[in-house]
């Protein structure tokens, strides 16, 4: 089948990949739509660096163990999918239902993420492996296309959960890429006032308004912790949604006393932070990843009900061929937020 | 009268300081005797850094806020003392009275640190201004030397306070200097076991194993974080309370998934981590510093009753001429925990 592949940092297009059989458990599923990933694009520059860093941790599993990178890697895993068929022993809605799952193959004592991966198929491709008991139905009808932006929708969700943050708080938002975009819907939908958002580019602060920010920053003609001063409010939540180096220590610097920082960006290189900052200000970080099962589901329910408009930040769509071209494109953050595959295109 | 001050990164000794006289709400105390904390030798090689940094950072003041380090700074925040007399209009428990204060001065509006000061003497020197609203009585005829220990056990109180931490989960602390002594007798306090400790120097894993460590660890013949796996709990909360560089990311590097690190220890230089092994485990970080009045208060008592066996912290004593030795002394480990100035040695 065809499918696009990681192979030495780049995206390869192959139309020879062996067809996936579904085993017991398994449902072979045709990938309808494939969001483009922000982590896919740091992992093809960085996976060396993350596989190292991986090997020097201790403590937990990580997402690089047991892969080689000298062999082609699937990803894709913001994916909405049809039935085409169960394993064996396996019972399955019937072929042609429109599902999703959390990109996770169970085996039997765990759940393996399916993000990164040398031996199974993920949404870069026509077709692919998912347990049938983590398959969740595409509801109300809804454009497969949307049904994708549920993955990237429940980090948001999974992040402010994490933050602790209750209504009453405000909260800024450091970045209005996809992944500071879900955390303001999430902030949105529970009613936290003000969202303080900020982005350099013009395109991505026009999103991050109408997903829920109240006052959006343009960081080269404001400093954002001024603007947030002006709403009158105490330490806000902050969420560091850009993920470069420097980014972690200008909110230590500048963050007022017991700020709580949640890091949603993915910052792959060693980054230098002042401990006197957060020591003199009692500030607090809190590292997040991925999110639960039920908040992906969640946040599907969320998508399907219109609560969140996920449609204009759908800025381009591309066949298999082409995921290589969108992940350049989608360095351009006033032309591109995300990029949906389509791979029957 | 006399005192030693810091003057060009040296404690110098002086004989003519003019005699403090207090204002209204001020009392004038005679100095017992004051510890020497890990923070101001910190201070001493720091302050030109320090001051800086206080400088380039906003959102709350700082210890160094209008301090001019071309001038003598006054220090020594771990005093017990005497009263001698009041400042007009003031209501102040009679002469003689031993009595301590948590280490600041009340202004018209704030609470003013008692830290760093170029006007207002400290704890190193014969004689003192304390707001008479914030003394407390020293009970039980508590050797003056041992209640100068209620305020560095109030750090660790503090940062077992701000941790969250509940009886039922187990704590590592790494580093058995006075920070993290504090934080062991915090800990043992509410209960928490295991409690498991690290030290390169054998005479303050003794100390911490006194004060109520249940596991005391060499780290240059075992990894803590192997130690703590065998108590086959989960996520341990981590307090850091070595603040060098490199430690913040060696704890990211190897502590558990979903591991809560406070962070005690006082890292004055840039430190560099890697936020992708805060990512990959959902770690988090709290800073902290200092302590409530209540939580001093608290330490107090429990010096007071005996409930912290303290005598043993104290290692050395020293008359006002020999604080630069005793900085000095700090230096090693092995043969100094806390030093006591006693001025009318």
């Keep these: ?115 990164y991966s040398n031996t199974n198929p993920g949404g870069y491709a026509e077709r692919m492996l998912l347990s049938a008991s983590l398959l969740l139905p595409i509801p109300n009808g809804l454009d497969p296309r949307h049904a ?29 890429g996809p992944a500071g975009i879900a955390v303001i819907a999430a902030l949105h939908t529970l009613g936290i006032e003000p969202i303080v958002a900020s982005d350099f580019s013009g395109a991505r602060r026009e999103l991050g308004r109408l997903l829920g920010a109240h006052e959006i920053v343009d960081p080269a003609s404001e400093t ?25 220590n200008e909110v230590l610097r500048q963050a007022p006393h017991s700020t709580r920082v949640v890091i949603v960006g993915a910052c792959m290189e060693p980054d230098t932070i002042t401990p006197y900052f957060g020591i003199a200000k009692e500030l607090s970080f809190q590292f997040v990843q991925a999110y639960e099962p039920y908040e992906f589901a969640e946040c599907l329910r969320r998508v399907a009900d219109g609560e969140i408009a996920v449609a204009p930040l759908i800025t381009g769509e591309v066949g298999l061929e082409d995921v290589g071209a969108a992940f350049a494109a989608l360095a351009d953050p006033e032309r591109h937020c995300k990029i949906v595959v389509l791979p029957s295109q």
């Design 148 to 176: 994708t932006l549920a993955e990237p929708m429940a980090v948001g969700l999974h992040a402010v959960n994490k933050s602790g943050i209750e209504r009453g708080q405000g909260a800024v938002v450091i970045g209005c």
């Design 1 to 115: 089948m065809r499918a696009s592949v990681l192979r030495s940092g780049s995206m390869i297009y192959r139309d020879d990949v062996a067809e996936p059989v579904p085993g017991p458990g398994q449902v072979l599923v045709s990938v309808s739509a494939c969001g483009v990933c922000g982590g896919d694009l740091h992992f093809a520059t960085h996976c060396v660096m993350m596989a190292e860093l991986g090997d020097q941790m201790t403590g937990a599993p990580t997402l690089t163990d047991g892969l080689d990178l000298t062999l082609d890697v699937f990803m894709g895993h913001e994916f909405a999918a049809e039935v085409i068929e169960a394993g064996p022993d396996t019972t399955a809605p019937p072929p042609g239902t429109p599902i999703t799952s959390i990109p996770a193959l169970l085996t039997a004592d765990s759940m393996q993420p399916l993000l």
């Design 224 to 248: 954002l912790f001024d603007v947030w001063a002006r709403s009158g409010k105490g330490a806000p939540v902050v969420f560091e949604a850009v993920g470069v180096p420097g980014m972690l």
